[in-house]
């Protein structure tokens, strides 16, 4: 069963170390940390991302991932926070990162950290 996300949870652009900078909805924690929303994550932005800078203007492109572009699944059917759906361990999405010319990476992936809320 999918794990509910919290601020404590790894989101992450796919290229190690990148790491999204969430927020969450303080209303509704577990283990004493707020839960996340599809507001806390998407726009958010990506420190530490891994991807090279191109070699030069006449090589592929390259771009670091800087922020969420997209959250295209995750959400959970029923639990809700506020009247959102809070955020799953099945997230996936998209960043403005940017490997030779493919634009944008599809990467994004969380894993949640915490194991006492699940749902179905």
Known sequence: MPKVLTTESNVTCGHSPGKVTT???PKFQVNG?????????MGKPVSGCGTPPAADASGPTAKPCLTVTSVAVG???KLTAGGLPVMLDTLAGQTDGMVGKVT?????????????????
Do not use: M
Request: charged residues 10%.
């Open 104 to 120: 944008p990476q599809l990467l994004l992936s969380a894993t949640a950290v915490q194991t006492k809320l699940t749902t179905v």
């Open 23 to 25: 927020t969450g909805a």
């Open 75 to 77: 959400e959970a059917i």
């Open 33 to 41: 940390q707020p839960v996340l929303l599809k507001t806390g994550i």
